[in-house]
């Protein structure tokens, strides 16, 4: 047990397979490419379980019944860019009709703060539920503030999806935003002095689309 209130760790087996392969080094970037795809479609079952459903009345072939469909929910995804869009496509796949906004975030080096260069998201913050796409977790500060960032244009309704998270960066999101669920696929040991997630997967844009 991690002991961290906001976090869910998804332990589904498919996502731990992938996830072990996505760590190797020796990972090309189409395979890199391909299962960040794959992990973020999969946990999206787990992050959207618990979106209200309303009865819907249908005509099949044979006769009128009454099925369930996702009750109203303005479902938005919000990539941190540009590590975040490497999750989008997993996810527009299981939710095709959601709208997609976006942060541009990067973390200065020195000082491993967020700075912001982009910020637009659909009308209607208010109304929606936002899932905030990042592949890694780290010290924290780039998804707390893409969410401050949410919240300060008139999100009420925030969770944040990533793949890999360090126990820094979960207890900074709790810390400054304790009202947002974190869903990982891991919760790795530690940071190490260059803020990087140990054991980590590397620089998760750079693996992605082969920069340094």
Known sequence: MHGFPN????EHPL????LTVLRSKDTSKKIFRELV???????????TKDLPLE?????TPL??????????KKLTLVPVLRAGLGMVEGMLRLMPSVRVGHIGLYREHDTLQPVEYYFKIPPEPEA??????????????????AVRFLKENGAVRVRLVCIVAAP???QRMLDDHPDVHVFAAAL???LNDHGYILPGLGDAGDRLFGTR
């Open 63 to 72: 006769e009128r019944t009454v099925g369930y469909m996702v009750s109203g």
């Open 7 to 10: 976090l869910t760790v998804v």
């Open 15 to 18: 996502i731990q397979h992938k």
């Open 37 to 47: 795809d794959e992990i973020s479609m999969l946990m999206g079952y787990e992050v």
């Open 55 to 59: 009865p819907i009345e249908i005509e």
């Open 168 to 170: 820094e960066g979960v």
């Open 188 to 190: 790795d040991r530690q």
């Open 128 to 145: 929606r539920d936002f899932l905030v796409l990042d592949p890694m977790l780290a010290t924290g500060g780039s998804a707390s503030a």
